[in-house]
């Protein structure tokens, strides 16, 4: 009896060795292990060799192994059997490295396919797409400006030795709500010098931008003027990042040129003449669909004189000498008539501000919130009434059910009622009072009042730390937006230094620390990156294909109508009426 059930012990482990060596086998056969490698894993003892932890196993291989075993009865196996029987490391090392060994192997062949479905001649750089930004800089070298240092899209702006202002911005993607980051900022610490009058034509300003293809090298050779003009913008971009992108490289160069045909005008009109350019322009530009809020600050001195009729108290001598000498027809008068203005005259600081959408601008002034913006929402109330008056909806305080804004730039599919004419504001600074500025999207202001932002950061002298403060704000807030946020913190002792005279005058053409011919900051950024240009051997005046931005468009298409709640709407409206 005792034979027989010896026996039948030995034919049971027959069977699970045959199957235990059929698991083996396959695997030998896929993955090239050897037998001998699993002789090897057990000592003459019975005890197994220490190695080395190793990855699970895949569940499709336990199963297997797991399911052989239930062939055995538990009561049947001795002691050295079920050492024997159980997976050792070796097993799992070795189905483990195969794994790895399949995994490469599919990689590579990926790898191969995805290498042989462009052409073996073309280059690296050809098999990566490019950006419609990285194709129009072949045509205009301003889109091709690397970003600069705290990701300033107008390139790289540094203080100069008379500044009186410093910039410090912080922006966050906010990975838990948004894929992409559609905003974007510039700056500029030496914006164009303000113009003196132009008593003569308005349109006596010279542009230098049209001209730089054949001057490059001789304007290259000068000098940066230092302005101590600054400029400051925020973009925040909707159905893809193009029209952000372009407003952020572009903006501050339009608005310098319409500056220089018109220095007699009121920056204000020449603000909303820069929008509607930058409108038109993007109009021309394949993707339509793209646009942006924006806000947009100039900060520069003039030469004021006082004026009871405006609501600053004073204003610029550049409109007020034109408009002195309008009636005058002999130069000695002109002369004569610009002299009086000047004697009267004074230098200040002087705040220009701009802004489409629900970006916002907040000066301190002496540590009260004041708003220089305005928010263009489908739920404001003058704003649904000029919709309305267009001939357009205001569906879920959206337009036509589409746009949060009734303001943006861009947006050419629906520009009939999206406008592109800022909001416009004129302040002086006064130094005494006057401690930043606060430029931001609606990120924070979602959830963030004016007079919160103030009071968080109205501590905190270095504006990047306070940029970032305000950032970290908003995400403790639980914003569900991009963040942007730029603070400038005046230098009022600067200030007032350069305003009562005891200092060289700057800022204003003409002005002793003013090169004659010299080039602003903007216009040494966009020389720089046109010479590079030149070195690589890209023509700039090629024509830039645009069917690959088209295409690039279907992948960032712009927000549908709701065609049935539209219906709806107008049923509703017309049952009311």
């Known amino acids: 009896m005792s034979s027989v059930a010896t026996q039948s012990r030995n034919n049971l482990a027959g069977k699970q060795r045959r199957s235990l060596s059929g698991q083996g086998g396959l695997l030998n056969r896929m993955f090239g292990s050897s037998s001998d490698d699993r002789k090897d894993a057990v000592t003459g003892d019975g005890s197994q060799k220490s190695e080395p932890p190793q ?51 599919f990689s590579s062949a990926k790898a191969s396919l995805h290498s042989l479905g462009g052409s073996p001649d073309s280059k690296s750089s050809d098999r990566t797409p490019q950006t419609p930004m990285q194709r129009l800089g072949k045509m205009d070298p301003a889109l091709s400006v690397p970003t600069g240092s705290l990701n300033n899209s107008a390139g790289e702006s540094h203080p100069g030795p008379r500044s009186t ?33 132009a008593l003569g034509s308005d349109n006596n300003g010279k542009s230098r931008t049209s001209q730089a293809d054949s001057t490059t090298s001789a304007l290259s050779e000068q000098g940066v003027v230092e302005t101590d003009n600054g400029y400051f913008a925020i973009f925040d971009g909707h159905a893809g990042t193009f029209a952000a992108e372009w407003c952020g490289k572009k903006v501050h160069i339009l608005l310098e040129e319409i500056i220089r045909k018109h220095p007699n005008t009121p920056i204000p009109e020449l603000l909303d003449m820069t929008f509607t350019s930058v409108d038109q322009q ?18 520069r001195w003039e030469d004021r004189i006082p004026n009871s009729q405006s609501a600053t108290g004073s204003t610029a001598i550049a409109p007020a000498a034109a408009q002195a000498v309008k009636g005058e027809s002999q130069s000695s008068e002109t002369d004569q008539a ?11 600081r002087v705040l220009y501000t701009a802004n489409v ?68 504001t004129e302040t002086v600074i006064q130094p005494e009072i006057d401690e930043f500025l606060i430029l931001a999207c609606d990120g924070l202001w979602d959830v963030c009042s004016d007079q919160e932002a103030v009071d968080l950061v109205r501590t905190i002298e270095d504006p990047q730390t306070a940029a970032k403060a305000l950032v970290d704000h908003a995400l403790a807030r639980f914003s569900t937006d991009n963040l942007s946020c730029m603070v400038v913190r005046f230098d009022s002792d600067k200030v007032q230094e350069t305003a009562q005279n005891k200092t060289d005058p700057i800022g204003v053409e003409g002005d002793p620390a003013t090169k004659p011919g010299g080039l602003s900051e903007a216009e040494h ?41 539209l219906e709806a709407a107008k049923k509703k409206a017309a049952a009311n009426s």
């Open 338 to 348: 610009e002299s009086k203005l000047r004697e009267t005259a004074s230098r200040q």
């Open 525 to 565: 950024i966009v020389l720089d990156a046109k010479k590079k240009l030149d070195e690589s051997g890209i023509e700039t005046l090629d024509r830039v294909p645009t069917e690959e931005i088209e295409r690039q468009q279907e992948h960032e298409p712009g927000p549908e109508l709701n065609a049935d709640a």
């Open 165 to 197: 202002f410093r910039v410090g911005v912080t922006e966050d993607k906010n990975k838990k709500c948004r894929r992409t980051m559609e905003d974007t900022h510039a700056y500029l610490y030496n914006f164009l010098s303000t113009p003196a009058p």
């Open 55 to 105: 990855s699970p196993m895949p569940p499709s291989n336990t199963t297997a192994i797991e399911e052989s075993k239930d062939e055995v009865p538990n009561d049947m196996r001795s002691p050295t059997r079920k050492s024997t029987d159980e997976p050792t490391s070796t097993d799992k090392k070795r189905r483990s490295s195969g794994v790895g060994r399949a995994r490469d192997l």
């Open 357 to 424: 959408g629900d970006a916002r601008i907040v000066l301190c002034r002496n540590g009260k919130a004041l708003r220089l913006s305005y928010d263009h929402k489908g739920s404001d109330e003058n704003e649904g009434k000029r919709i309305a008056g267009a001939g357009g909806l205001i569906l879920n305080n959206r337009v036509n059910g589409v746009l949060a804004v009734t303001r943006a730039l861009g947006d050419a599919y629906m520009k009939d009622l999206v406008t592109g004419h800022p909001y416009t």
């Open 282 to 299: 993007l109009e021309k530009l394949p993707l339509k669909n793209s646009g942006c809020t924006a806000v947009i600050a100039v900060l």
